[in-house]
């Protein structure tokens, strides 16, 4: 779905989701609304993260929909940079580690597939690297 998320050419710039703001009112919105829902302005399209923090999240074992893989994991994440709170895929290689308050980043990859069956690209948080532990750099 184009609007969604940015997929940055080279690795210098980590993908980020698209949302939209309002000038007048400060607010930011994900999913991007036509309008501000405050003031019912016009909103710029505008980066709204891609760092952020788990508030919930829950590890679905079941038949997976939309040709996730499964189990899968969703849940809310609080963004950094502008507080959103935003429903989320998570990385399904790392589900042992997701717990509430862990810093995770946005990552755009294949994962699962499209009606056809295709590789599918999407957005998903997973968790962003520990700098303190022993044995890794
Ligand atoms: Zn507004």
């Not at 993260?49 to 508030?55: K, L, M």
């Not at 589900?95 to 998903?124: E, F, H, M, Q």
């Amino acid at each position: 779905m184009p609007g969604i998320f940015t997929l940055p050419p080279y690795d210098d710039e980590p993908p980020a989701l698209l949302g939209g703001f309002c000038p007048v009112c400060n607010a930011y919105y994900f999913p991007r609304p036509k309008y501000c829902r405050a003031c019912l302005g016009p909103l710029k399209e505008t980066r709204v993260g891609s760092e952020g923090s788990i508030y919930s999240f829950t590890i679905v074992r079941k038949k997976a929909p939309l040709g996730l893989p499964q189990p899968y994991g969703v849940g809310y994440v609080i963004l950094k940079e502008t507080g959103l709170f935003i429903f989320s895929l998570f990385d399904p290689a790392t589900l042992d580690k997701l717990r509430i308050g862990l810093p995770v980043r946005l990552a755009v990859n294949t994962l699962g597939v499209d009606i056809n069956g295709s590789p599918c690209l999407r957005p998903y948080f997973t968790p962003m690297p520990v700098m303190s532990d022993p044995g890794k750099i």
